[in-house]
């Protein structure tokens, strides 16, 4: 009896570790399961690519390493879309991502977002707001005035007041192609003040972009695309990333960053619901989220830590070029995210509409 | 869908029980195959969008109804598809003279133009576009030369859309190239020489024989362009101005940034079915069947 027992349980066994290993074969590159991640211990973070993956390399995935064993595969670009994929499909081509706290927070309303795992993340280990949308704050990115200092010789524009003025400042001009960034700049030129710029009153906002449209040579829509206007001297003055501007400084380039007036928008980790490694990937972020990792990260790309105690790592003259930095915060417009994640879907297809006629 | 689903199923499963019938149900064994791809590439995805583009996140019309309420949609779409023409126009009137030179000619000049053409299809598109920003830039070539000449004021090359509309062409070229040069090949070249025997002047050769044995490579490059075409939407990101706008674009825009999927899939059917009604237009005058010769 406990024999012809053992014998279908084996046969079973045998049926059962047949069909997953021609499962796997057949799907294993692609598919992440339990199963792989129990033996290998290793999680896939969704990042950018670039030099933005080469930070978070030394910043965060190598010490990581090297502090828990656990290895970190990374998957470029990051894919808004393919977190609902994931989610809905079922099958997980990386556990972690990082978008912006206005797409997380609309994530999480459809219910894409895997809940922070309180046994594994220590609530006494974060700073004050580092949690949102049950996603933890990364970083912070600015959308700057930014211009070039040979095209100015008597000083370059100060304000989006001064952008929209194009007489005082001739010149070539770009703009992010993104609603509610061009809204903010909008009412800031028109004279709203920057505590006072959410609820965006879009009537105002679209008829004071109405006068400088005429005036914008490129609406960019890529990082790099953005630096390569500004490089080559095809564009004068533009909106651009505040960290993608310290680079080409840093190359040498005349570009001068403005920090009155700029939005400030943070970026979240956070993981897919239900993602096989789930309890790993909490355990990266925490780790990601301490000061020294993040001064580390920042160290490398100027976008600014959200951590505070970050600072006491980042090297000075680098601390005064990041969104975060306390003079700097004291003069830009932070994100109202409610009222993005709410709108941005009408926002922008108003604002597409307006561009294309 | 689901009447092309219930016709292959017959088709797969008769081909088991009789013997007797062993005759007539072999080739419809050999098309299941070919059956059953075309249903799980082709037939279920798009389904699947038409499924979306009424039910996600309720089951409604709303998406249809929003895209011809708002403007922007009908006047991307309508952008979208006279673009494509003129792009597929150009590539046909540049890539035409090409074909046939690497057509007619078999010694080394046939050689380097095949090079050339398939060095550049093989070059990615996005390095291609990029190139044209440097080439059309302030610093580039075009507007040095111009300066150098003293023409005047730079004129406006980049960010237009005359930029934008070359930079598809640029990348489509070698399609329409290709397409061509495939069919002008098989033309057998005694046809032209017994033209000539009869008295036929070059132009009348080319005109009598060459040109309508060539439409079917015509017709195919032109649906291969066009088609594609239709799809762009990096170039004109990237070399145009908002107003060269491809529905691509909004589509893509919809899903990554939006998460609005169904709406992005209503917005997907409406090309699909724009595409099949200019296809089958296209056909009622000139006949899709010289496709194939």
Partial sequence: MARSRSTIFDRRRLLKTGGAALAGATLGPLLVTERTVAQTRTIYVNTWGGSWTAAEEAAFFKPFTDATGIRVRTVAPVSYAKLKAQVQSGSYEWDITAINQAEWLRAEREGLVEPIDWTVVQKDKLFPDAVFANGISYCALGTNLAYRKDKFPNGGPQSWADFWDVKKFPGTRSLYNNAPRSAIFALLADGVPRDKIYPLDLDRAFKKLDQIKPHIKVWWTQGNQSQQLIRDGEIDMMAMWNARASELAAQGLPVELVWNGATVGITMWGVAKGAPNRKLAWEFIQFAVQPKPQAEFCNRLYYGPTNPKAYEFVKPEIAKQMPTFPDNAKVTVPTNVEWEATNVAKLQERFTQWLAS | ?293
């Fill in chain 2, 1 to 293: 869908m689901a009447g092309q689903l219930t016709a292959s199923l017959p088709a797969a499963g008769a081909a088991a029980p009789a013997r007797a019938a062993e005759g007539q149900s072999v080739p419809w064994l050999l098309l299941a195959p070919a059956t059953l791809a075309l249903v799980v590439m082709f037939v279920l995805p798009i389904g699947y969008v038409l499924l979306l583009s009424i039910t996600d996140p309720a089951l409604s019309i709303a998406h249809y109804k929003r895209i011809f309420s708002v403007p922007l949609y009908t006047r991307v779409l309508f952008n979208t598809f006279t673009t494509s023409l003129t792009v597929t126009v150009a590539c046909l009137l540049l890539g035409y003279p090409v074909a046939y030179v690497m057509t007619r000619r078999s010694d080394w000049v046939s050689t380097v133009l095949l090079m050339c053409v398939a060095v550049c299809f093989w070059t990615g598109f996005i390095v291609r576009t990029y190139a044209w920003l440097v080439i059309l830039g302030n610093k580039g070539p075009v507007i040095g030369i111009h300066q150098a000449l003293g023409l005047g004021p730079p004129p406006r090359l980049l960010f237009t859309t005359f930029s934008s509309t070359l930079g598809m062409v640029h990348i489509l070229l070698p399609y329409m190239i290709l397409a061509l040069y495939s069919v002008m090949k098989k033309i057998d070249p005694n046809l032209l020489r017994a033209a000539a025997s009869l008295g036929a002047r070059p132009n009348a050769s080319f005109r009598e024989v060459f040109l309508p044995l060539s439409l079917p490579g015509v017709v195919n490059g032109g649906i291969l362009v066009f088609t594609i075409c239709l799809g762009f939407f990096i170039t004109p990101i990237l070399l145009g101005t908002p107003k060269d706008m491809m529905i691509s674009q909004l589509i893509n825009q919809q899903i990554e940034e939006l998460l609005a999927w169904g709406f992005a899939s209503a917005v997907a059917v409406v090309l699909l079915v724009a595409t099949s009604v200019v296809l089958a237009v296209y056909n009622r005058f000139f006949g899709l069947d010289r496709l194939w010769g």
